[in-house]
Each structure stands twice: as C-alpha cells, then as structure tokens.
C-alpha cells in the first residue's frame, strides 16, 4: 500500500485537453521525455545513416550511391562523394551523435521522464523551462540540418571546429561559409537548451523529493542525472560563450581564434591577435566533462537496472555514488589531454595525465562494483539484463584504451589515430548507447503501458554486441599502425595495406547497423502489440513502479507517495512472498 | 543465456588479445633516438592494461556464467571482502599502475619535448599549408631570412613569404619540399603555418606536433636510420588533409653534404 501524505509540492499545472498542449507543447516532463526520446531517435539513425557512407566510402571509394547525388549534386557527383563531403558528412555524424543522441538520449530523454517520478515529484520544478529546453533543442537540430540544403553543404571542420579553420569562413575551404555559421549558431543555441535543462533538473532533485526520500535514498539512475546536470551547467556554460566568440569571429570581424598573417586563398586575412589554442582551451574544457555527460546517466541507468535482475542489492552504493560524484569534479581537470600535441606548453602535458589516470580509479571503482554484484546472484537474463552485461565489458574495453592516450608520451604517437576513434566509441559511444538500450527495454512498458518483444530485444542484444566488438576493435590495430583519422582515403604508402582491414570493419557496420532495424521495428510493433504491462513487471523498487503504466498526468494519480527505504531492498523477505521492499512500503511495525 | 554470453565475451577478449599478441598489427620501426622510451613505455602499458582487460573480462564472463545457475540454494553469496575488497582493490591496482606509468612515461616525454635541442642541432623551419609542407634550411651563411606573410605567393615557390630583394639572409635560403636530414645528427625544427592547423606526424620517429597558427613551435629529433619515411598531416585542415604529405629522408652524412651542396648551387 501506497501511503498518502500531506506533501506540499502541488502540481503546478492541470492536464491539458487540447491537442496541441497535450503533444506538442506539452509542460508534462513525461512527454517531454519522450519528445527528446524521439529526437534523438530520429538522430541516432540519421547519425548511423552517415556513418554507413563514410565507412561505404573509406572502404569502396568508387562505390556509386545513387541517392546521395539527390542529397548533394556537388558533394556526390554521380553518387561517390568527394574529399570534402566526406568532411562535412563526418561532421554531421559527429555533431548530430554526440549532441543529440549521446546527450539527449541518456541525460535529457530519460532524465526528463523518470527523475521526477523517482523521487516523487509530480513533474520538474520548472515545467515551461523544460518545454522551452526541448523546443529550444529541436530548434537547434532544425538549424543543423539545415546546413545539409546550403549552398556547400555542412562544414569540413569536424564535430570540435578547430579554429581558425572554422573561424576564417570560406576562404579555408567549402563548407565552411554558411554551413559553419549555421553549425556554431546550432551549438550555441543547443547550449541555452542544455543549460536551461540542467537547471531545472537540478532543482527538481533538490526541492522536489517526496517525503522519506532523502538523498542517499535516491535511485543511482536520479544521483548520475543529478550529477550529470551538475556537469552540464558547467560545461555548456563555456561552450555557448566560446560559440558566440566563434560567430563574432566569423560575422563581426573579431579575432578571438585568429591570429595576424594568416594566407588563405592567396589572401592574407585581416585578423590579428587571436589565439587558435584558446578554441580548444574552451572546447574542450567542455568537450571532456561531456564525456561524461555522456556516460555518467547510462552509469546510472545499469546501476538501477542491474539489481533488479541480479534481485540483490549493487555492491557498496555510497562507493558507487562516490565515484560518480569524484568523477563529475575531475572532469574538469582533464580537458588538456585532449591537447598533449596541441603546442600548448608540453610541461602542462604531465599536469593533466596525472588526474586524467586518477579518474580510472572512480571508473574502475564502478565498473568492479557492477561487476562483483554479479557474484553469486541468481539472475534474470531479461533483455535489459543483458544490455546491463554488455555495458560493463564495452565499458572495461573503451576504459582501458584511457591508459594510453591519458600518456602523452604515448599520445604523441597515437594522438589523432584510429585508436583514438575506438577508445571515444567504445568508452562514450557503444557504453552510453547500451544504457540507453537497456533502460528502453527496461522503461519501455512503464513508458507506454505494453511489453517489448524479448525474442526480437535478445536478436537485438547479441548481434549489436558481436558487431560493436567487430567495428571498434580492430581501430585498436589500425591506429597502432598509425592510421591517421578523418582521412577521406588512404593514399599514403603505409595505409594502403590497411585497407582490407577497413573493408571487415564496413561490413560490420552495416550488419551492425541493420541490427538496430530490429531495435525500431521492436519500438514500433511493441508500442502498439505488445503485451500489455502490469504495474511493476520487473519487481523493481523504485518510485515509477508504485504507479500504473504508463503514470497518470501527476505521476501518482492525486496521491503523494511516501518512501520509507533506498532502492536497494532486493532479495529481502518483501510481503506476499516476495522478495523485495518497494521504497514506499510501510515498515511492518508503522 | 548467461553461460553464452560468458562464453562470447571470452572468445571476444582472447582474440582481441591475439592480435595485439601476434603484433599482426604493429608499429613500424623505431628510428629515433627518443622513441625507444616511447616503445618501452607503449610496452609496459600493453602488459599491464592487458592483464586488467583480460581480468576484468574473464571475471565478467565467470560471474555471468555463475549467475545463469540453477541452484536451489536462494541464499545468495557475497563477493569475498564485500565492497571495501573492491574499492581496496581498484585503488592499489589502478594506483601502481597509475604511479608506475607516470614515473616511467614522464622521462619518455620529457625526452622529446621538455629537452631543448643541443646547441649544434641543424635547424630546419617547417612551414605548413593546405595541403602541403615546405622546409627551409639556412643556406651557407646559417641565417634565416626573415617571414613576410604579404609576400607569400605560392605561384612563384615563395611560401615562405621571404624578402631576397631586401634581405640578405633570405637570398641563400633553401626551400624543398622533403626533409632531408642526416643520420645521427641531431635535428631542430621550427614548426610554423601559414593558414589553419596542420600537425607533423612521423609514425618511424614516435613523434607528432601540431603546427598552430600564429606560434613557433620546437621539436627536435635524432634520426638513426637511412632511409625514406612518410610525414602526414594528423590535424583536419580542410578538404585535402587526407593528402597532405611529405617525405622525410634521412642520410648518409656525406649524402647529406652532396644534397646541401647540390641544392644550394640551385
């Protein structure tokens, strides 16, 4: 039984009726939630439509794709693109995938639908704030894709724009006209977003909590959400100004990243006293806390979900929240390893290789805490079990690549090599994304009242996890060899060996790809023939599974839950034979 | 279903671990006096971060096959020592691994980039740009001309932007396009752009630097073998930087002296 309390947080809005209200410009964080869902949705496979060509190209460069000269006359004549459309397509894959889809998807989609709802809350303190964040996003990727229909096409300069190649406009090259004034116009706006998001989450889990529900009482899904906003304010609170500077850069004249006696185009350019080192300064003094904005909440998904099926507590859950809480402070001591060949002052290079090797001990702190929960426990192999286990071993694998590059000395010979793409894929891609799979499979049946297909969920788990493996580790090797990336073909002597190499891993991309066909068809074909859910399916603790599937408008239909324990009362003697305790399960004796 | 996912993840982590055993994959030779610390370096972490992954791997993989049996004992196991054992544990691992990889790692490093270069080194300035490198040795008199970015003009070979008409020390200046260097002789360059980013990236030499508009930037090296070796440009410069390359050619020092004389009577 559910008690009642005299909570006073009343819901600050009433459900609206209007269609309009009720979908679109919705205030209800659930739908809000799945507003971002379905962006990132609608990302993550534009994001993977692109990474197919890029992979189709390095491996097949003659290979002709009849659509893509519909998509660009200029950048695909005949359908093979060229040099430079490569570039821009690189871009957009890694702008649209680490912004909204490893963002958007763990942090914001997730975040939204189920932080208020794991503490009790009827929705988030600020609901037309969070309206405006999604809206203020969904405007942010309407401007991105728009540089795909501009004159050039998007820019050439990567998802991190070093400047002044993003700085000095169309003389550095195609794309980057109109396509990079649209890209950092994107980001800034994104950020506002961001920002506005990690306010609002940030003050619901501080004032909004239900009674009982004390901090340490929160579900780990809520701490990494919390944490992570934490991160966000940071972090995107650098990067918006540094877009601004970039935009003044580029339209006013100013030089903030470009410094005197550039000669672009035969032109020497008329900027002087900037500094191109202060773009990735700011960069990535954002860049790498968003690393981690990236994989603290999938952190926190599994952290949640595991037990549920292990149906015993995680291992040591202050020590698990430790780290996550270590690690949100020390990403932001980190961001100069991105920069061991930068110029910087190479003596700056052995002040951040030392925290950036301290922040494994948090991480490995956490992976071995998920991992000794394993032990001995009795456990559910439910899709979202096994996304949980795949999780930890892409995470050991992505982890332990950190070791080298946190080495300048190292870094000196890997910096900028495919070992690099399959250490950022593995640790903040591949990790993220099995968090994000895991809590779909898990959420899904709260979130829309039906059950997903666990056969099509199993099909799903074993072929994406074989494919990552087959994508992401032989990069190990390539960039061992010294393959540099962000080439659009090999035409050095030492890579043209290689390409075989990069043939299996393209292969492994599109069959890894078609996998997540299985994923959408699974959405799809769940969302209306699913099994309808029961209230609690998983025997969970936590709050969102004291409600129905999916939740009322105000979360506990007028009720005010009331938690009595952590979510961690697994494999106890729980009534009815059960063997666990909700959070909001009266103590016998009360 | 936990005892195939035990078995996958061990097959996945034993053949990962082959080919980095079997080096099917591997760096070329070194050929630089620093870069055998670098290879030392690349060594120790191998072995250590190699016996983490496969531990941490196996362990996942025995744990998920335990998990999948079907006993009837419901009283569930502890791991052994509970979370302070593996709190314990990550820190003293992680924490030698960490100590001993800096320690070791910070002398590779200082090597190449905290050492200045020796005051004999021969000096060559290295000028990039989309999408190609120059480099400029200092003719007879040892004196580099002076860098004038007007008088840049890429159709008359000026790339530098040098100023013969009215600057004496530009006039014997040499400008090629590879880096001929002599064997065991110790190198400092100047690394220079004339427009975006572009970095230097000799796999042979253990070596990469960025070239920063705006900034000189010093590296120095000693090469110890003869022969020619590819430089790539590792930092996304634009639509060409897939082919933007350069050779550097490393000599006989007699060779050396026949090219600089051949070329300065150019």
Not at chain 1, 37 to 56: D, H, P
Not at chain 1, 471 to 492: I, K, Q, T
Not at chain 2, 236 to 265: F, I, R
Request: aromatic letters at 14%; hydrophobic letters at 50%.
């Amino acid at each position: 039984m559910h008690e009642v309390s005299t909570h006073p947080v009343a819901h600050q809005h009433t459900a609206p009726t209007g269609f309009i209200r009720k979908y679109v410009f919705s205030l209800d964080h659930k739908v809000i939630g799945k507003q971002y869902y379905g962006l990132a949705l609608v990302s993550v496979f534009i994001g993977m439509v692109l990474s197919w060509l890029l992979r189709i190209h390095l491996a097949y460069p003659d290979y002709h794709i009849p659509f893509l000269s519909k998509l660009s006359a200029v950048g695909a004549p005949g359908g093979v693109m060229t040099p430079e459309y490569y570039l821009s397509l690189l871009t957009m894959h890694g702008t649209l995938m680490v912004f909204f889809v490893l963002t958007n998807a763990p942090f914001a989609a997730f975040g939204n639908y189920f932080l208020p709802i794991q503490i009790g809350a009827e929705d988030m303190a600020f609901p037309r704030f969070n309206m405006m964040s999604f809206w203020t996003t969904f405007a942010a990727f309407v401007v991105m894709m728009a540089s795909f229909f501009v004159a050039d096409g998007p820019p050439i300069s990567g998802w991190t724009a070093y400047a002044p190649l993003s700085a000095v406009g169309r003389d550095a090259g195609p794309g980057l006209a109109l396509g990079q004034d649209l890209w950092a116009i994107s980001i800034a706006i994104f950020c506002i977003a961001s920002l506005l998001g990690a306010l609002n989450f940030i003050a619901t889990t501080l004032d909004l909590r239900a009674r009982g529900m004390s901090l340490l009482r929160m579900p780990y899904s809520t701490w990494a959400w919390f944490v992570t906003s934490v991160i966000a304010l940071l972090a995107f609170a650098v990067l918006l100004p540094a877009c601004v500077l970039l935009i003044l850069d580029r339209v006013a004249g100013t030089s903030f990243f470009i410094p005197a006696g550039l000669v672009l185009s035969d032109k020497l350019q008329p900027h002087s006293g900037g500094s191109p080192l202060l773009w990735q300064h700011l960069f990535w003094f954002f860049g790498h806390p968003e690393v981690y904005i990236a994989i603290l909440p999938s952190i926190g998904i599994i952290a949640t979900i595991l037990p549920v099926f292990t149906r015993r507590p995680l291992l040591g859950p202050k020590a698990l929240i430790g780290s996550m809480v270590a690690i949100g402070f020390l990403s932001y001591m980190v961001w100069g390893h991105h920069m061991f060949v930068s110029g910087m002052n190479p003596f700056s290079a052995n002040i951040f290789s030392v925290p950036t090797l301290i922040i494994t001990i948090p991480a490995t702190i956490m992976t071995l805490l998920l991992t000794a929960s394993l032990y001995g426990a009795k456990m559910r192999f439910d899709t979202p079990a096994l996304f949980c286990l795949g999780f930890i071993s892409v995470f050991i694998s992505g982890g332990i690549s950190g070791f080298y590059l946190a080495q300048p000395s190292l870094d000196t010979y890997l910096h900028a090599t495919y070992f690099v793409v399959a250490h950022f894929h593995f640790v903040m891609a591949v990790a993220s994304l099995f968090g994000v799979f895991a809590g779909t499979y898990f959420w899904f049946p709260k979130m829309f009242g039906r059950m997903m297909s666990e056969s099509l969920g199993k099909w799903h788990f074993w072929l994406t996890f074989l494919g990552v493996y087959c994508v992401f580790m032989p990069m190990h090797y390539l960039g061992l060899v010294g393959n540099v990336r962000r080439y659009s073909a090999f035409v050095d002597d030492y890579l043209a060996p290689l390409i075989p190499v990069h043939r299996f891993i393209t292969i492994a991309a599109l069959l890894t790809g078609a996998a997540q066909l299985i994923f959408l068809w699974n959405l799809i074909w769940s969302r209306f023939r699913g099994p309808v859910a029961s209230e609690n399916p998983w025997e969970a603790t936590s709050l969102e599974w004291a409600t129905t599937s999916p939740p009322p408008f105000d979360n506990f239909g007028g009720k005010h839950p009331v938690v009595y324990h952590g979510p961690n009362e697994l494999g106890v003697d729980g009534p009815d034979g059960t063997d666990f305790l909700m959070q909001t399960a009266a103590p016998k004796s009360s | 279903m936990g005892k195939v996912f035990a078995v996958l993840v061990t097959l996945i982590t034993l053949i990962s671990i082959a080919f980095f055993v079997m080096h099917t994959w591997w760096l070329p030779p070194n050929i630089s006096t620093t870069g055998k610390a670098v290879d030392h370096q690349l060594e120790e972490t191998l072995i250590g971060t190699g016996v983490l992954f496969l531990a941490g791997q196996l362990m996942l993989g025995c744990f998920a096959w335990m998990a999948s049996g079907k006993t009837k004992d419901t009283r569930a196991k502890r791991f052994p020592g509970g979370a302070t054992s593996v709190v314990v544990t990550a820190i003293v691992v992680v924490g030698i691994e960490i100590f001993t990889l800096t320690f070791v790692g910070s002398k590779a490093w200082g090597a190449i980039y905290l050492t200045p270069a020796e005051p004999g080194a021969l000096r060559v300035d290295v000028q990039a740009e989309q999408f190609a490198f120059y480099f400029r040795y200092p003719g007879p008199d040892g004196q580099f001309g002076g860098l004038h970015p007007d008088k840049i003009d890429d159709g008359s070979g000026n790339y530098f932007g040098l100023d013969p008409a009215n600057d004496v020390a530009a006039r014997d200046d040499i400008v090629v396009g590879s880096l001929v260097v002599p064997v065991n002789r110790p190198i400092a360059l100047s690394l220079h752009s004339k427009d975006v980013g572009h970095s230097f990236y000799v796999r042979e030499l253990r070596m990469q630097e960025d070239f920063v508009p705006g900034l000189d930037i010093p590296l120095h090296f000693t090469a110890t073998q003869v022969g020619k070796y590819e430089i790539v440009c590792t930092q996304l410069c634009g639509l060409g930087h897939y082919n933007m390359k350069a050779y550097l050619e490393v000599m006989s020092e007699p060779d050396y002296e026949q090219w600089l004389k051949t070329q300065a009577g150019q």
